[in-house]
Nanobody
Framework: QVQLVESGGGLVQAGGSLRLSCAASGRTFNTYGMGWFRQAPGKEREFVAAITWSGRDTRYSDSVKGRFTISRDNGKNTVHLQMNSLKAEDTAVYYC??????????????????WGQGTQVTVSS
């Protein structure tokens, strides 16, 4: 069992930056692939970024590629999402997710077994 707690969300102006963090419980964090997803009001949950257990493979949605960076610190059981050049359309609740021992970071929500409660990111234009 893994419990995930996101933090770092908030209100930021367009063009600004935020860094989301996800703290995971459990001693096997370094065996989990991790992902970030987001859900805006009235829209389906969508993939944002993912990273394998080793950190060797990362994936990004086209909408955030070049602006967002996912990273992990297995020693601290945390995964981060650095978000730069934020746009109004990035406004959403951001969720952290943990999955299996992937060699390629998965982009499908169904690949993940554990989810956090989410953190709100609001970008004002």
């Amino acid at each position: 069992q893994v419990q995930l707690v996101e933090s770092g969300g908030g209100l930021v102006q367009a063009g600004g930056s935020l860094r989301l963090s996800c703290a995971a419980s459990g001693r096997t964090f370094n065996t989990y692939g991790m992902g970030w997803f987001r859900q805006a009001p009235g829209k389906e949950r969508e993939f944002v970024a993912a990273i394998t257990w080793s950190g060797r493979d990362t994936r990004y949605s086209d909408s955030v590629k070049g602006r967002f960076t996912i990273s992990r610190d297995n020693g601290k059981n945390t995964v981060h999402l650095q978000m730069n050049s934020l746009k109004a359309e990035d406004t959403a609740v951001y969720y952290c997710a943990a999955g299996g021992l992937f060699s390629i970071a998965p982009t499908r929500p169904t690949a993940y077994n554990y989810w956090g409660q989410g953190t709100q990111v609001t970008v004002s234009s």
